[in-house]
């Protein structure tokens, strides 16, 4: 539809979705961690704010509540931990190259077409403004999958699972205009405490294979000569 | 035809028809023996000559090895009463035989096959090579000629729709002089059966020990005395058994449907012409074969099995009876 | 409503108080004890539902179907906590966990109960979702409890997958909420409610549902380890400690397996007028078959007797699946019952290789020999179980796999043909991995161990009774589930 | 009077039994006596009160069914007895009572080794369980799991001595095809219940499946009792697991649990397909002849006296299909007398089979008790250390051979008498099939008998060919009179084959309706099954002839003075002294027909001349041609699958993400 007909704030939502979907590309590029940190807090912004300005338009309160957790959580909390966490784990300086940058990029390109291709009849009989944007939310789950299957780093894993998160946020905001609240305060609290868990697992993996390169923990393959395993019960 | 006309001529008939077999049995060897000599220009011995030895094994003392278990000495009396009573139940003089209905004509080739059965335990029983040798080739050529055998009395049976010997007898006797395919198959397959089943040359030579290709005598080789006689003279009346089997089977004109004394002599003579005319075949052909390697016998046996299996068939195909 | 609240929060109250307690000794034998509680406020909250129907209250709602699982849940966990208290002890002494770490296992133990017991008696699918979540973040941490490189590996797998996968999970329920919010008046207040979605359910938009159910279908197949979303499994439930293979396998993955179901019945519902009215069956029926025949192949030549029965799992969790998808009442009933004897035997036989790996200390195959000779109750244990597992009778399993047989036949006889393959496939797996362990001499120097076989005995004897006489209770009770699923009673 | 109800008492009281032995048997982890005046006592009693049931069953020709509140709800268990199960009830018991007096002296000797008695005891009374509740189901899930009981019972009892490798993968393909079997035979029911929607089997008679389900049913039938019943090519398990486990066992295996399998088939076929087609008889009628020739060729080759005994019994059981396939062809073109003929000759061949392998595996074990051996080339000479089980063994030996007057030819004697009414058939294609049929059992009676001479004659006569051998001693009281029981059966049996025929033919009536009235006709004495002038045969006047012509001649020729009785050295050609390494072995006595027969056999032969040592495994070409292969096709299989298993959890991501497009795919 033509975005002129719509009130400016619904043009707004729509641009800031649309820069949400640029970070997700962003941080399916972005091979230095710090930076990839940063782009995700700039794309928990975004949602964020997205959700006050569909709470604005709509005008149901919760919505505020929700983009405030969601400040917190995305923007504050978790960057600060990551950022923790890589200078612990002294990985400031390293860099996690794509094998097919070119590649992953294209299939990140086709997935948005792919999404837009399966949310359409979904959004077709929605009539809100914002409908379009369940298309772009999709799209960023979805790349944020993609970057987890790309990405060999742990700490860049977890980024794609934050950026998942922040697109089914977004998804939710932007469809429904949010969840019920306690569902909302469930799903924030799930994701704190993954968060934390991932952080120990970075200390326990960086402990056991003294890197955080994940293609390295796959001695639990299962060869067809023999399982090579340790003995513990 | 009932069997309980008057019990005592049935009686009599029953006893008297395997007992006469019994009697004319050596006679028979020795007239084989006495037409092959003539056949190579011997004189050969006196037709009593089989009589002779028997009496002789009779009154001789009997060597038993120390090896042998009790069924070493049990196995001739049971060898040779198996053989008698399937003589027994063979219509030779008159088809008023009431043992044809205890036991039919399968039955006389399982009574047979008792025989056989005791006969190799006793050849193994002594422990001895000779013995194992003869009694691994016995079971050998059984094995095949069995159920040729078989074969030949399922052919005639299905002709006849009956496997009781008298009945197969009347049968052919009703129908009087037909060709029939089957019946021709079934004779040739027969006189092969009998040829190995009564260790005759090709198959067995009777005349010899200590020839590696002996059979039957390898069996017999721990025998002596009365033991020795018996199996003997069992083995001279199967030999008679089939020859009489051949007759009642293939060529039963001459003999009596009762018990008058007219029929009945011309049954014995019709039946002493005919086994004499058999003997004489076999000498002949005995003389011009020659003995076969052991493991040519079971192609001889597979072609007899084969005739028997055509004769069925062609029984089935060329004379359907439904 | 007192008896949920009862079976529900006590093992809340049990994580926190566990997580407080210090000594070990005592952690064990409280954690028994309110695993005992829990099972009662079960049964009582059982006996109410069979009384008067559903109990509902604000977002919980307890019915045939999930009392049903609420009951099993707590019966297995509290046959895994007699089981437990002893071995873990042994892990303890053995150095391989310290005392935090038990600290913790009890803990999370009863935390895992929790958010298992919420799932089930939750009626808002977005609490559903929280609880689910919350049972990996509960479980991930022991899995990696022995802090050995390949269980960590395997935990780092376990809370990968299983993450993306609940998201997935979380992006259908947004779906789900979307399609309420056209269906439902009141969509803020219990748009996600359950029951007040199925009540309305055929006015939900078709296609956002059928959408809807390929994320919740993909993101709770990943929990119940469907192929090819079951990575996580194999891996998890060998290196955790066998406790909680036990659980993994007999309660997590029958929970999110009912999650799918509830999802399933909403979007038959709402799709009943489309133009694919049986899309979920026919999906559901595909995962299912693709598992089984995928895992059935999986059981051969292992070599790690843990990986070996966590294959088994995926196979029989594929059988149900199928016999969901089949749908109808019969196939329902089976794959109900399947669950039931499957979840009994399977942590029965997680328990006896918590033995069987104590006897030889070690879990690979071809090391733990003669098991008859060293300790005949372990042995013959491990036997009759991997017998029942594999469909003989008199064991339920085996009526519960004639019943499902039986549908199949009726709805889609050449299905049968491969369902007939794939068991006989698995059994051969098994017996040819098992048969070797328990039979022949035992190998020098090792002893028997200080086992407890009660839970063994107790769950493969209620297995034994469910196979000779499915009591009429018991029957009339997956009855009442079969008709809240499939529509319609089947006795 | 209606003696129905007493008789399904009486079989449930056998069941009691048999549990109650069961139970009993796990008191053996403690007081191992137990085993023997408690648990085979036990399974004494539920022989008997089984073959009482039976007697009863087929005097009264009744049939009582009843439920059992156990089972599913909407399913209880049906039970029932009808003349069918009653003539294998009789057969369980019949030999089920002298294995029991058997057990406790053939057990003792377990006392002090390590394999755990409790086992033995507690799955010998399931298995028995088993197949009582087989023979007594009236519903195909009843008839499943005592059926799966029977095969996983004896399984265990298969592995009791575990720790002998090769018993230990016998056991394994004997449980595997076992279960495909039960998987098959569950199939088979699915399609019969399809129709009348009940599992039922008063249902399933009621509502016979159409032509083409029906056949489709028979063939699942065939595979799965055929599997159990050790028909071709599925009857390798049978040699391996039948001599793997102890020898009663095996008799019970071989003599009672094949013919369980021989009812289930007859159940579903006769009763529970609605009408024959004839197409299924020629289908029995091939399988059954070639399983019994190929059967009976490797009995022949066998050195191991019990893998000998159970290729035996795959000869016998292809024989008893081959009457089966008979009786069938003569029912599907309406000729019921003649298919009651056929039915008969199947069934007294399933008792005579049941009485001689029970009597030969009771006679194994003795042999292996006695002289803790069982290889026939190092036994021998057994006639004179053991003379009582080595008479009982010659008795079985002569009826395994079809020999008259011995019960083994009544059966073969009737199977000849149905085969030779072809004649009556319309189609000419059959009355050539089944008169080759009958050469092929011929054949094979005349093989069975060479195979049996080479079993008694190289293990009891000669000369011991080892010095533990040499050694051997006779068995117990208890055993002999086991021995001495089946052989009064076998007499039974024998000589009055009037009496059996008469009490079989309820059996005929209720599934071919038409019974052999004729069989009597001429008094007890003469048995025709047909027409006296058609076909007769008389046992007792034969046996009478046979003892009085034998015990005159041994009086008329006993030893006197001038012909005494001397024992001396074996004469052989007066060679010197023959020892006992000279003796034809078991391997050798059977060369020739190997040598004949060669293209059967996978040989794996080699002579070493310089230590004259002689080395021969005969071998089932089938193993290579079909068992071999499936394996290392599955296990192909299951390496890819493990290779799909990388370990990398970013492939496993990628399936996960590549499984979400695709069902949005499809959905879209």
Not at chain 3, 411 to 423: D, E, H
Request: glycine share 8%; with cysteine.
């Amino acid at each position: 539809m033509n975005p002129a007909a719509l009130p400016l704030l619904d043009q707004t939502v729509l641009v800031l979705a649309a820069m949400a979907l640029f970070t997700a590309f962003a941080l399916l590029a972005q091979t230095r961690l710090t930076a990839a940190i940063h782009t995700f807090a700039w794309q928990g912004a975004l949602v964020a704010a997205v959700a006050a300005l569909t709470g604005r338009a709509t005008g149901d309160a919760h919505l505020y509540v929700s983009a405030l957790i969601t400040l917190t959580l995305k923007v504050a909390l978790i960057p600060w931990m990551l950022h923790r966490l890589v200078r612990r784990l002294s990985l400031e300086r390293q860099a996690d190259p794509l094998q097919h940058p070119a590649l992953t990029l294209l299939a990140g390109a086709g997935i948005v077409v792919f999404s837009d291709w399966v949310a359409a009849p979904v959004a077709h009989f929605d009539t809100s403004a914002t409908r379009n944007v369940i298309a772009i939310s999709l799209a960023i789950v979805l790349l944020g999958m993609l970057m987890m299957v790309v990405r060999r780093q742990a700490v860049a894993q977890v980024l794609g699972f934050m950026a998942m998160e922040n697109g089914l946020f977004l998804a939710a905001v932007a469809s429904t205009h949010g969840m019920p609240l306690v569902v909302e305060l469930g799903v924030a609290f799930d994701v704190l405490v993954a968060m934390v868990l991932f952080g120990v697992f970075f200390l326990q993996i960086k402990n056991s294979i003294d890197s955080l390169d994940i293609d390295r923990l796959s001695q639990l393959a299962e060869p067809v000569e023999d399982d090579a395993r340790g003995d513990a019960p | 035809m009932d069997h309980f006309l008057n019990p005592l001529a049935h009686a009599l008939s029953a006893l008297l028809q395997p007992l006469l077999l019994l009697a004319a049995a050596p006679l028979l060897v020795a007239w084989i023996r006495r037409v092959k000599a003539r056949l190579q220009n011997r004189r050969g011995a006196p037709l009593l000559q089989p009589y002779r030895d028997l009496r002789k094994l009779f009154a001789k003392e009997a060597v038993v090895a120390r090896t042998a278990s009790p069924l070493f000495r049990a196995a001739p009396y049971l060898v040779f009463a198996a053989t008698l009573v399937a003589a027994g139940t063979l219509p030779l003089l008159s088809l008023r035989l009431p043992s044809t209905a205890v036991a039919d004509a399968i039955a006389l080739i399982g009574l047979l096959g008792l025989a056989r059965f005791l006969l190799v335990l006793a050849g193994l029983d002594a422990g001895t090579p000779f013995g194992g040798m003869g009694a691994s080739r016995e079971m050998l050529v059984s094995t095949f000629a069995e159920p040729a055998l078989l074969l030949v009395v399922f052919t005639l049976a299905m002709t006849a729709h009956s496997t009781n010997l008298a009945s197969m007898v009347q049968t052919t006797l009703n129908a009087g002089l037909v060709l029939r395919p089957s019946y021709l198959f079934a004779l040739a397959a027969l006189l092969l059966v009998a040829i190995a089943e009564c260790g005759r040359i090709p198959v067995d030579n009777p005349a010899t020990h200590l020839e590696l290709t002996m059979i039957h005598e390898g069996m017999l080789l721990e025998y002596s005395g009365r033991h020795l006689a018996l199996m003997e003279w069992a083995a001279q009346l199967k030999l008679a058994l089939f020859a009489a089997l051949i007759v009642d089977l293939f060529l039963p004109w001459g003999i009596a449907a009762g018990f008058a004394p007219g029929a009945l002599a011309r049954a014995a003579l019709a039946l002493a012409l005919k086994l004499g005319v058999l003997g004489a075949l076999l000498a002949l052909a005995e003389t011009v074969l020659a003995k076969m390697r052991l493991f040519r016998v079971p192609g001889f046996l597979n072609l007899a099995f084969l005739l028997a299996l055509l004769g069925l068939l062609s029984h089935v195909i060329l004379e359907a009876a439904t | 409503m007192n008896a949920l609240l009862l079976t529900v929060f006590t093992p809340l109250a049990g994580m926190l108080l566990l997580g407080t307690l210090r000594s070990a000794r005592v952690a064990g034998w409280l954690n028994l004890a309110l695993c005992a509680l829990s099972l009662a406020g079960a049964l009582w909250l059982a006996a109410d539902v069979l009384a008067h129907g559903a109990v509902a209250g604000d977002s919980f709602r307890v019915d045939a179907l999930s009392v049903y699982l609420v009951v099993l849940t707590a019966f297995v966990g509290l046959t895994t906590a007699i089981f437990s208290r002893p071995y873990m002890r042994y892990v303890h002494e053995e150095k391989r966990v310290s005392r935090g770490g038990l600290r913790l296992y009890h803990s999370m133990y009863q935390g895992f109960l929790f958010t298992m017991l919420l799932a089930l008696t939750t009626d808002n699918l977005g609490i559903l979702w929280v609880a689910v979540e919350g049972a990996t973040l509960a479980t991930v941490l022991l899995v990696s409890l022995y802090r050995t490189p390949a269980a960590i590996e395997a935990a780092w797998k376990y809370f990968i997958l299983c993450g993306v996968g609940i998201a997935q999970a979380l992006f259908g329920t947004v779906a789900l909420y979307f399609a309420a919010q056209h269906a439902l008046p009141d969509a803020a207040a219990n748009g996600l409610s359950w029951s007040a979605l199925y009540a309305v359910a055929p006015r939900l938009e078709p296609r956002v549902m059928s959408v809807a159910f390929v994320f919740l279908l993909v993101g709770y197949g990943t929990k119940v380890g469907l192929v090819p979303l079951h990575s996580w499994l194999p891996d998890a439930h060998s290196e955790g400690p066998t406790p909680m293979s036990a659980v993994l396998s007999g309660l997590l993955l029958n929970v999110a397996l009912y999650a799918v179901v509830r999802m399933k019945m909403l979007t038959d519902a709402a799709l009943a007028h489309s133009a694919t009215p049986a899309l979920a069956g026919h999906l559901l029926m595909g995962f299912g078959l693709v598992s089984f025949l995928v895992a059935a192949i999986s059981l051969q030549r292992r070599r790690d007797i843990k990986r070996l029965f966590s294959y088994s799992s995926i196979e029989h969790m594929g059988l149900m699946t199928f016999g969901f998808g089949v749908g109808g009442p019969l196939a329902t009933f089976a794959a109900l019952l399947h669950m039931l004897v499957h979840a009994l035997t399977k942590s029965a036989i997680f328990i006896t290789v918590g033995h069987a790996t104590h006897i030889s200390r070690s879990q690979r195959i071809e090391r733990i020999r003669g098991l008859i000779r060293t300790q005949p109750a372990v042995g013959w244990g491990l036997l009759i179980g991997v017998a029942a597992i594999a469909g003989f009778p008199p064991f339920g399993i085996f009526t519960s796999e004639f019943l499902l047989l039986s549908a199949t036949m009726q709805a889609w006889p050449w299905l049968t043909i491969p369902l007939m393959v794939g068991l006989v496939v698995a059994f051969a797996g098994l017996f040819r991995a098992v048969q070797p362990m328990v039979f022949g001499a035992a190998p020098p120097g090792q002893y028997p161990v200080r086992a407890n076989m009660l839970p063994v005995i107790l769950q493969l004897a209620l297995v034994l009774l469910l196979g000779i006489a499915l009591p009429g209770l018991l029957a009339h009770w997956l009855d009442q589930a079969t008709q809240l699923i499939s529509g319609r009673h089947l006795l | 009077m209606n003696t129905g109800p007493l008789a399904l008492s009486l079989a449930g009281a056998a069941v009691v039994a048999a549990l109650a032995s069961a139970a009993s048997g796990l008191l053996a982890t403690r007081w191992p006596r137990t085993l023997s005046w408690l648990a085979f006592p036990l399974l004494a009693l539920c022989g008997a009160a089984a073959l009482a049931a039976g007697l009863l069953a087929l005097a009264g020709a009744s049939t009582t069914t009843a439920i059992l509140p156990l089972g599913l709800p909407w399913l209880p268990w049906h039970v029932r007895l009808d003349p069918l199960s009653g003539v294998f009830l009789l057969i369980l018991g019949v030999v089920l009572v002298p294995v029991a007096i058997y057990g406790p002296g053939y057990t003792r000797v377990f006392r002090n080794g390590r394999d755990s008695l409790a086992a033995l005891g507690v799955f010998s009374g399931l298995f028995v369980t088993g197949m009582l509740g087989v023979l007594l189901a009236d519903d195909a899930f009843l008839f499943m799991v005592a059926w799966e009981l029977m095969s996983l019972a004896s399984y265990f009892l298969v592995t009791f001595q575990h720790e002998v490798a090769e018993y230990r993968r016998a056991a394994f393909l004997y449980l595997l095809m076992a279960h495909i079997a039960g998987l098959a035979i569950l199939l088979a029911f699915g399609v019969l219940a399809a129709r009348g929607g009940s599992f039922a089997f008063a249902v399933m008679r009621s509502h016979p499946p159409d032509a083409l389900w029906a056949s489709v049913a028979f063939a699942l039938a065939l595979l799965g009792f055929g599997t159990k019943a050790g028909l071709l090519p599925l009857h390798l398990w049978l040699p391996e697991a039948h001599p793997a486990a102890p020898s009663h066992i095996s008799a019970l295996m071989s003599a009672v649990m094949l013919k369980v399998a021989v009812y289930g088939f007859i159940r579903v076929v006769f009763e529970l397909l609605g009408p024959p087609q004839w197409g299924w008889g020629v289908t029995l009628v091939l399988v059954g002849a070639v399983t019994a020739v190929v059967g009976v060729l490797f009995a022949l080759q066998q050195t191991d006296l019990k893998r000998l005994l159970a290729y035996s019994s795959v000869e016998n059981l292809g024989i008893v299909f081959l009457a089966l396939g008979l009786a069938l062809i003569f029912l599907g073109s309406g000729h019921p007398a003649l298919a009651a003929l056929a039915l008969m000759a199947a069934l007294y061949q399933a008792l005579n089979h049941a009485l001689l392998k029970g009597l030969l595996f009771l006679g194994a074990g003795a042999v292996l008790h006695g002289a803790h051996e069982r290889n026939l080339d190092r036994l021998g000479g057994l006639q004179r250390r053991m003379p009582r089980t080595g008479l009982c063994f010659l008795i079985g030996c002569m009826g395994m051979a079809a020999l008259p007057p011995l019960n083994g030819f009544v059966s073969e004697w009737l199977t000849f008498q149905a085969a030779l009414q072809a004649w009556q058939l319309g189609s000419g294609l059959l009355r050539i099939l089944v008169p080759v049929a009958a050469a092929a059992l011929a054949l094979t009676a005349a093989l069975g008998a060479a195979a049996f001479v080479r079993a008694y004659g190289s293990a009891f006569l000669g000369r011991a060919r080892t010095r533990h051998v040499r050694r051997a001693h006779e068995v117990g009281a208890g055993m002999r009179l086991a021995q001495a029981l089946l052989v009064a059966a076998c007499a039974a049996a024998a000589l009055l084959p009037t009496t059996v025929v008469g009490l079989f033919a309820s059996v005929t009536r209720q599934l071919t309706g038409a019974g052999l009235d004729q069989a009597g006709s001429r008094g007890w004495l003469w048995l025709t099954p047909i027409a006296p002038n058609v076909a007769s045969y008389a046992p007792v006047p034969i046996l009478l002839v046979l003892a009085l012509l034998g015990g005159s001649l041994v009086w008329a020729l006993r030893p006197s003075r001038q012909a005494p009785v001397r024992r001396a050295d074996p004469w052989d050609c007066g060679y010197a002294p023959p020892t006992p390494r000279m003796q034809y072995s078991a391997a050798g006595f059977a060369q020739p027909i190997r040598r004949v027969f060669a293209m059967v056999y996978a040989l794996d032969e080699d002579t070493d001349a310089a230590t004259a040592t002689h080395r021969l495994l005969v071998r089932d070409r089938l193993w290579g041609w079909l068992y071999a292969p499936l394996g290392a096709g599955l296990d192909r299989v299951a390496d890819f699958a493990r290779r799909a298993q990388t370990g990398h959890v970013r492939r496993y991501l990628s399936w996960s993400l590549i499984t979400l497009l695709v069902l949005l795919w499809i959905i879209s």
